[in-house]
């Protein structure tokens, strides 16, 4: 019998550790099976909230904001990259830009509601760290929205709007206010966090005890 497993996956779409942690989640998610029956949420955070339309260069921006040097920065971008490798996922070389990311959040919020957020996520991944494209690109969003099964038309309003504009603001201080600092944070049944690209068999490990320690409170052994 499966047991349910809520998951709020707290992340930014310009993070390369949250679709790392991403993937290394749905392959231990995978490899678990029937053991869990998983109900996934993504939930906002902006790593950049000030960026302004036009973005900045990565590496120009990762050394104002942490004073890293380029081989720093190249050494970090090849080991995102390998992990990326290993789990099935591209990380493209050469240059790219940080880009606000707020109404990818609006829309992601949206596509929860049609249940294409998953779906979604994955793709916003794949046009920024794969195709480098510019996610604050409301032509980009709508061709990503409507290549995951979307509406167009309705993405393009929403987009156009200030629509959940306020849902998502509300969102990202509630995860801030729950002491989130950093992503990607996956909180399990609203109490269990585990930070961080974790490799496949730490989550695995990880979701196995929070199942057997639930079980254990709802079943205790006499």
Not at 157 to 182: C, F, T
Not at 188 to 198: K, M
């Amino acid at each position: 019998m499966s047991t349910p497993l809520k998951i709020d996956f707290i992340s930014d779409v310009s993070c390369p550790w949250c679709i790392v942690g991403l993937r290394a989640l749905d392959q231990a998610l995978e490899h678990l099976g029937d053991e869990v029956q998983a109900d996934i949420h993504f939930q906002p955070f902006e790593l950049n909230p000030q960026m302004p339309p036009e973005g900045q260069d990565i590496f120009e921006h990762i050394a104002e904001k942490y004073g890293s040097t380029r081989e720093q920065f190249q050494a970090n971008a090849e080991n995102i990259r390998e992990r990326g490798a290993e789990l099935g996922f591209v990380f493209k070389q050469g240059e790219r830009r940080i880009f606000n990311t707020f109404d990818a959040h609006r829309l992601l919020h949206w596509a929860e509601l049609e249940g294409k957020q998953h779906a979604l996520k994955e793709a916003l991944f794949t046009a920024y760290f794969s195709q480098h494209a510019n996610v604050s690109s409301h032509q980009v969003l709508a061709d990503v929205a409507q290549k995951v099964g979307l509406d167009r038309v309705r993405a393009e309003a929403l987009l156009a709007s200030d629509q959940y504009a306020s849902e998502v603001r509300e969102l990202e201080q509630l995860w801030v206010s729950r002491g989130v600092s950093s992503v990607p944070t996956i909180v399990f049944n609203d109490q269990y966090a585990v930070s961080g690209g974790q490799p496949v068999d730490v989550f695995v490990s990880a979701i196995r005890q929070i199942v057997g320690e639930e079980s254990s409170v709802v079943d205790p052994v006499s």
